[in-house]
């Protein structure tokens, strides 16, 4: 089977899903485009302009679908009429959600596997085939998304046995992982984008309150001359021998 290389809808049905900061969406982009061909499509690799206007536009039809956050329907990341690649026609649902599955797999290098319950899948994506047909079609999408899964304890599960009714580990197969082994590491990249949008954030909230702060400092500092004549007035009515209260 041919393994499948992702396309700007998917990446940006993932940074819906997962409610991505706008801060943040070029990052994601930048990291995704650096690792090319690897796992995009061969056409988004030639120019990152480009692929950044792709999944932008991709971006603003999944908003304008009703497709905003994890809770939405995953339907809506497909063009009715869509043609699935991975699975049967009548479980591209699956297809789409794997595909988030991946994708935050292999955004998340250091998160080793996701939690997956296959058997009330079809319940929860609307897929209305036999359970023959959907367990055919799990073990399409794993293989075609470089994917394999162990169960809670560990231990390897052969998914051409069927689908269990329990959680399963879903994690990224060690031929992929070598593959992008020598990739940086997400978690850094955001870890200096959020430190420098921080520091942007800073910089402007003291353009704006120093000035205030400032301002207000120089009033507390010099007291008006009203407030010293009373003081006065007040000591010299003091009687002689009085205690000072």
Request: proline share 4%; charged share 25%; with cysteine.
């Amino acid at each position: 089977m041919n393994k499948y290389l992702f396309n700007a809808r998917d990446i940006a049905a993932y940074m819906k899903w997962f409610s991505v900061p706008s801060h943040l969406e070029v990052t994601y982009m930048q990291y995704f485009f650096s690792i090319g061909n690897k796992i995009i499509a061969e056409p988004l690799t030639r120019d990152f302009e480009s692929f950044k206007n792709e999944i932008y536009r991709e971006l603003y039809y999944l908003w304008a679908n009703g497709f905003e956050d994890d809770k939405s329907d995953i339907s809506k990341m497909n063009i009715n009429g869509a043609l699935s690649l991975i699975c049967d026609q009548e479980c591209v649902n699956l297809e789409s959600y794997m595909k988030l599955i991946t994708l935050h797999l292999i955004f998340s290098k250091y998160l080793p596997y996701v939690k997956v319950n296959f058997y009330g899948i079809p319940w929860t994506l609307g897929i209305e085939c036999d359970m023959e047909v959907f367990e055919k079609n799990v073990l399409m999408a794993m293989e075609g998304l470089n994917l394999t899964c162990k169960d809670v304890f560990g231990n390897p599960f052969d998914i051409k046995l069927g689908v269990p009714d329990e959680l399963l580990c879903v994690s990224l197969n060690d031929e992929f992982k070598k593959l992008l082994a020598d990739e940086e590491d997400f978690r850094m990249l955001l870890r200096n984008k959020e430190s420098e949008h921080m520091k942007q954030l800073k910089a402007k909230s003291l353009e704006v309150f120093k000035p205030m702060n400032n301002e207000l400092m120089d009033k507390v500092s010099k007291p008006s001359s009203r407030s010293s004549k009373k003081s006065v007035n007040k000591v010299s009515k003091q009687p002689k021998g009085a205690p000072l209260k």
